[in-house]
Antibody, heavy 121, light 108 residues
Framework: EVQLVESEGGLVQPGGSLRLSCAAS????????MNWVRQAPGKGLEWLSYITSSSSTIYYADSVKGRFAISRDNAKNSLFLQMNSLRDEDTAVYYC??????????????WGQGTLVTVSS | EIVMTQSPATLSVSPGERATLSCRASQSVGVYNLAWYQQKPGQAPRLLIFGATTRATGIPARFSGSGSGTEFTLTINSLQSEDFAVYYC?????????FGGGTKVEIK
């Protein structure tokens, strides 16, 4: 069974940092691209970042570019999101999501259960 | 950025009836670069349709997708109780990847 399990989020002060991790199992992690997607409370879905299987290509949404960094460790079947300079508007549930097979299509399947990050003083 | 617009925001449907959800892109996303997701309260989204028309593994045949270019439709035939949820479309024609604002399908 494919599983994606995010680390616990938590409460962070504005301007602070947090590193999320995602443990993948049940599939050849090193063969798939991965993404982070978030959802603010009561709001819709926002794609944040993409990383290819080999980490050779990375993309970010403008809303997090320069503040967030995606990375992965294929030996440990893990995906990471380093979040710096956090703002109130970064408060959301963060989902670790597997990309589609191959490099051409970029839909998301499956999704982790999500972890809540709250940015507040 | 390609803006995805879903309508209606809320759709009230009786069990057993058909629901038709629309998704419009601000520019063409081609024939295959559109996915649909279902999200129930307190749960992560689940992939329903990719390539605009292809059902994901395990998705019942009552869910169907159609469309191309800028206009796409998700149809749910004979709504079951478990189908009442929020549905999102997503384009993957260009970066950044973008979602529509969602359509909530509620019990009439």
């Amino acid at each position: 069974e494919v599983q994606l399990v995010e680390s616990e989020g938590g409460l962070v002060q504005p301007g602070g940092s947090l590193r999320l991790s995602c443990a993948a199992s049940g599939f050849p992690f090193s063969s798939y691209s991965m993404n982070w997607v978030r959802q603010a409370p009561g709001k819709g879905l926002e794609w944040l970042s993409y990383i290819t299987s080999s980490s050779s290509t990375i993309y970010y949404a403008d809303s997090v570019k320069g503040r967030f960094a995606i990375s992965r460790d294929n030996a440990k079947n893990s995906l990471f999101l380093q979040m710096n300079s956090l703002r109130d508007e970064d408060t959301a549930v963060y989902y670790c999501v597997r990309g589609a097979p191959g490099k051409r299509f970029h839909y998301f399947d499956p999704w982790g259960q999500g972890t809540l990050v709250t940015v507040s003083s | 950025e390609i803006v995805m617009t879903q309508s209606p925001a809320t759709l009230s449907v009786s069990p057993g009836e058909r629901a038709t959800l629309s998704c419009r892109a601000s520019q063409s996303v081609g024939v295959y670069n559109l996915a649909w997701y279902q999200q129930k309260p307190g749960q992560a989204p689940r992939l329903l349709i990719f390539g605009a028309t292809t059902r994901a593994t395990g998705i019942p045949a009552r869910f169907s997708g159609s469309g191309s270019g800028t206009e796409f439709t998700l149809t749910i035939n004979s709504l079951q109780s478990e189908d009442f949820a929020v549905y999102y479309c997503q384009q993957y024609s260009d970066w950044p990847l973008t979602f529509g604002g969602g359509t909530k399908v509620e019990i009439k």
